[in-house]
Structure formats: structure tokens, C-alpha cells
T-cell receptor, first 112, second 114 residues
Framework: AQSVTQPDIHITVSEGASLELRCNYS??????LFWYVQSPGQGLQLLLK??????LVQGIKGFEAEFKRSQSSFNLRKPSVHWSDAAEYFC??????????FGTGTRLKVLA | EPEVTQTPSHQVTQMGQEVILRCVPI?????FYWYRQILGQKVEFLVS????????KSEIFDDQFSVERPDGSNFTLKIRSTKLEDSAMYFC????????????FGPGTRLTVL
């Protein structure tokens, strides 16, 4: 069965520091991968997605993610975190059916 | 920028009551979805809807749940007889095409069943 694992429930970083949020998936075929962000009281906003091609994808707000098939990973990175990045981040995968499968999320706290 | 909207933002109901959660998808989208997130748990797929019929549903989406597109703009989720365990955040999403198109999510409706 397909699954998505986000091993870090909470991450705290200082403003200006770099960030990496981990995402591992379990799926036999090539997955379609997404990162969404949820700010308090807001819906899920798409940061970036990977369908095929270049394994390093750029997203909004300065985020990027790298698809590594050998590691079944799709980690999200940002070189310099801003206080406004504090939110919950969800990795999701779909195999080409209608449903997305989400990870449990990583809550990011940014220290001033 | 077009966005998915949901009403109400918070719904409180008594166990056994019927609730209808409403969504207005992005206007040119053809595929519609409901997800839910129980507090502290992951976002879970409930159902997808295309061409006025359910295209896929999860095991969570039992006979107590139904979806409808009553007009050209709204998409609703009905829970016939709510249970305590239905308390969750319910997200609506829409997409233009299947598979390769992104699902755009609304802000959610928090359902509290007492």
C-alpha cells in the first residue's frame, strides 16, 4: 500500500538558518509528489510538485525539493528561513488515481 | 487568483444530526474532492467526484456520507447522522484534470460533534 512518512513531527530553526524537511514514500511505480503548507486557519497551499523530468524542483516562497528515487525521498529545502515560514508542512503522493495520500505533517517553528 | 471556498468555517452539531458542508470549487475545474483531518492525524482522502458521479471513495466514505453538486458552482458533503468520531477538519479540493493536475484546497470546515 502507498504511504508517506514525515519522520519529524516538530522542527525548530532560527530565522535565517537553512531548513530541510524530510519525506519518504512507499510506492511501486513512479509517484507524483507534492509539498503543501498550512498556516493557522488557512487551507493547504501548494508549494511545489514533481511529476517527471528534473529531479530538483523549485516552488514558491523560495522552497525547493529533490526527488531521489533510490532513497524514495522527496525532501523539502529552503536556504534561509523567514519567520513567516512557521506553519505545518505536508508531503503528499498520488499514483495516478484520484486520491492524494498525505504524511502526518511537520510543524515548523521559527525562532527570531 | 481563483480559490476554493468553504462554508461554514466551523460547524457544531449534536450527535445524530445531519450536517451539510459546502464548497465552491474553482470555476473551470472538473474534478472535486473531500478530505478530512482528525485532530493530530494525517489528512485522509474521502471521495472524488467527476461528471456528476463518484469516481473514487475511501473506506471511510460509508453510507452515512454523500456528495452532490446541486448546481453549477457548489459541491456539498452531507453526513446523515453524525457521530462523535466525525469531528474533524473537512477540506474540499478541486482540480482541472486528473492525475497530472494539482488539487487546490479550500480553508476547511471544522466540524465538532457533541
Amino acid at each position: 500500500a502507498q504511504s508517506v512518512t514525515q519522520p519529524d513531527i516538530h522542527i525548530t530553526v532560527s530565522e535565517g538558518a537553512s531548513l530541510e524537511l524530510r519525506c519518504n514514500y512507499s510506492y511501486g511505480a513512479t509517484p507524483y509528489l507534492f509539498w503543501y503548507v498550512q498556516s493557522p486557519g488557512q487551507g493547504l497551499q501548494l508549494l511545489l510538485k514533481y511529476f517527471s523530468g528534473d529531479t530538483l524542483v523549485q516552488g514558491i516562497k523560495g522552497f525547493e525539493a529533490e526527488f531521489k528515487r533510490s532513497q524514495s525521498s522527496f525532501n523539502l529545502r529552503k536556504p534561509s528561513v523567514h519567520w513567516s515560514d512557521a506553519a505545518e508542512y505536508f508531503c503528499a503522493v498520488t499514483s495516478g488515481t484520484y486520491k492524494y495520500i498525505f504524511g502526518t505533517g511537520t510543524r515548523l517553528k521559527v525562532l527570531a | 487568483e481563483p480559490e476554493v471556498t468553504q462554508t461554514p468555517s466551523h460547524q457544531v452539531t449534536q450527535m445524530g444530526q445531519e450536517v451539510i458542508l459546502r464548497c465552491v470549487p474553482i470555476s473551470n475545474h472538473l474534478y472535486f474532492y473531500w478530505y478530512r483531518q482528525i485532530l493530530g492525524q494525517k489528512v485522509e482522502f474521502l471521495v472524488s467526484f467527476y461528471n456528476n458521479e463518484i469516481s473514487e471513495k475511501s473506506e471511510i466514505f460509508d453510507d452515512q456520507f454523500s456528495v452532490e453538486r446541486p448546481d453549477g458552482s457548489n459541491f456539498t458533503l452531507k453526513i446523515r447522522s453524525t457521530k462523535l468520531e466525525d469531528s474533524a477538519m473537512y477540506f474540499c479540493a478541486s482540480s482541472d484534470r486528473r492525475v497530472t493536475d494539482t488539487q487546490y484546497f479550500g480553508p476547511g470546515t471544522r466540524l465538532t460533534v457533541l
